[in-house]
């Protein structure tokens, strides 16, 4: 544990987050840490279950006097996202990462930090290995693969809890408590691709310099899809210059908006001086009209060499292709009337490449009410499939749905005041958390979510307020302590 660190801590939580930060924990490579996590509960004879998706499930006996109080459920995950910087030659599927004190901040070198969701882990092993707590029954939950999909909290077997009252330790800010969140749906369609050989002049299309962000938290702030805005282009353009296309392609995942994308033109009588004047100046055109929004877009038509034969999409094949990028619903679908300020349904493209089979499109859908994810889901499905071409629905997962009355926030909200004077914001977000699984599997559940202060979580910015970190679990041993509120 880093020197540092180790006179700044609290009850432990930074020393076991450090021994969680040691060992290797990216989704899909989380063995080891739930080996550590077993073996902590075998070493202190705490009473356990590890299940088939390696979620660990802790349970700890009310403290003497608290044997009448509710049971409590704490709830995080375990996997974290992997990114570096690209100076960073970490292995993220053997080596630990490198803590460091940034001021009032706890950061890694050049990598995310993964206090999504180390925090919660940390927070769970001081309480348990704290022999002075006081708390009602204990049921803590670690889950896993929450990052690629939430496989563990779909697996997890809601009878092995008892608990009514369920904390989630997976949000990023101090005085916000979740109260609700989106659900969700991949969706990936596939276009077959004829292709046929055409010989002539080649120019690369290329749109970047664009903010992209998360499709869900930033779907709101008028940001531009790279590969929309592009097919618009092309769109436009062949009004003025007929081409033909050998690719498109832009985005890297389906839950990002696109910041960048490119597409290879052919023009099989060339092209004129004129034309390409007039190409350029519908780009320019272009990005003025998004100026504000993006102010680092740029759109460029770059003419090249000359070639005799290239394989490029068939006109037909295009035109559905084109049809599809243009068509297709994309950005916000509905606001919430019942909370001001919160996207209720939205979907993105997040992803469009060229495969051997065809082009294949993503897109990631979110909606706080069913049965519109299930309509926008149907919607895209229906204009796939009515352009000839194949789908595929992945990664489910349930929205979590506000409730008008709730126990646990009223007691979250009555403690956070006393400690701190002030009142949290209560909100929902548009973006997915695991208590909607969990509170499928579990019925009448009541559910918040907390968290200390984090900033540019799955970044290698990501980082952790230190005194909020502190503070939040002082906040949580209050509530554990007070009796007769739930
Ligand atoms: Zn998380």
Not at 204 to 222: C, Q, R, W
Not at 234 to 256: C, H, I, T, W, Y
Request: glycine share 8%; hydrophobic share 40%; net charge negative.
């Amino acid at each position: 544990m880093l020197t540092e660190l180790e006179a700044l801590d609290y009850k432990k939580i930074f020393y076991y987050f450090s021994e969680i930060a040691a060992i290797p924990h990216g989704s899909g490579n989380v063995g080891k840490l739930a080996d550590y996590l077993e073996r902590f509960a075998i070493e202190r004879n705490i009473r356990y279950v590890r299940d088939t998706a390696d979620n660990l499930i802790f349970y700890k006996n009310a403290t003497p006097g608290y044997e009448n109080e509710p049971t409590l459920i704490l709830q995080g995950h375990m996997d974290m996202v992997c990114e570096k910087e690209a100076g960073s030659d970490i292995d993220f599927i053997k080596d630990g990462l490198t803590l460091k004190v940034d001021g009032e901040w706890l950061k890694a070198d050049r990598t995310t930090l993964g206090g999504d969701d180390g925090i919660a882990v940390a927070y769970c092993l001081a309480l348990l290995d704290d022999a002075n707590a006081k708390h009602p029954a204990l049921e803590l939950v670690i889950t896993t693969e929450e990052e690629t999909g939430m496989d563990g909290a779909k697996a997890l077997d809601g009878a092995l809890l008892s608990g009514r009252n369920l904390i989630n330790i997976d949000s990023e800010e101090e005085n916000v408590v979740l109260c609700g969140c989106a659900g969700g749906a991949r969706v990936t369609g596939l276009l077959p691709v004829e292709r046929v050989i055409a010989g002539g002049r080649i120019v690369k299309v290329t749109v970047s310099g664009l903010f992209g962000g998360h499709s869900g938290a930033e779907i709101d702030k008028n940001r531009t899809n790279a590969v929309r805005f592009l097919a618009r282009y092309l769109f436009m353009l062949r009004e003025k210059v007929p081409f033909l296309v050998e690719e498109l392609s832009g985005g890297q995942k389906d839950n990002a908006i696109p910041r960048d994308a490119k597409a290879t033109l052919l023009f099989p009588e060339d092209i004129s001086a004129e034309d390409i004047l007039s190409a350029q100046a519908l780009a320019e055109a272009m990005t003025e009209e998004i100026r504000a929004a993006e102010p680092d877009a740029t759109l460029m038509f770059l003419p090249e060499d000359y070639v005799e034969e290239l394989p490029v999409m068939h006109p037909r094949s295009f035109e559905k292709f084109l049809f599809l990028l243009l068509q297709a619903p994309n950005g916000i679908q509905v606001n919430s009337a019942e909370i001001p300020g919160l996207v209720e349904s939205s979907l993105n493209l997040g992803i469009c490449t060229m495969t051997s089979e065809g082009m294949e499109l993503h897109w990631s859908l979110r909606s706080s009410k069913a049965s519109y994810l299930q309509f926008l889901k149907e919607k895209l499905i229906y204009l796939i499939g009515f352009l000839g071409g194949d789908y595929e629905v992945s990664g489910e997962y349930p929205a979590w749905e506000y409730k008008e009355e709730s126990k646990l926030r009223e007691v979250y909200v009555t403690a956070y005041g006393e400690m701190f004077g002030k009142k949290p914001e209560v909100a929902t977000i548009h973006a997915g958390l695991e208590c909607g699984l969990l509170g499928e599997k579990i019925p009448g559940l009541d559910m918040i979510s907390i968290g200390p202060e984090m900033k540019d979580i799955h970044t290698p910015a990501e980082r952790l307020h230190i005194a909020s970190a502190i503070r939040i679990y002082q906040l949580l041993e209050k509530i554990l302590a007070d009796k007769g509120k739930l």
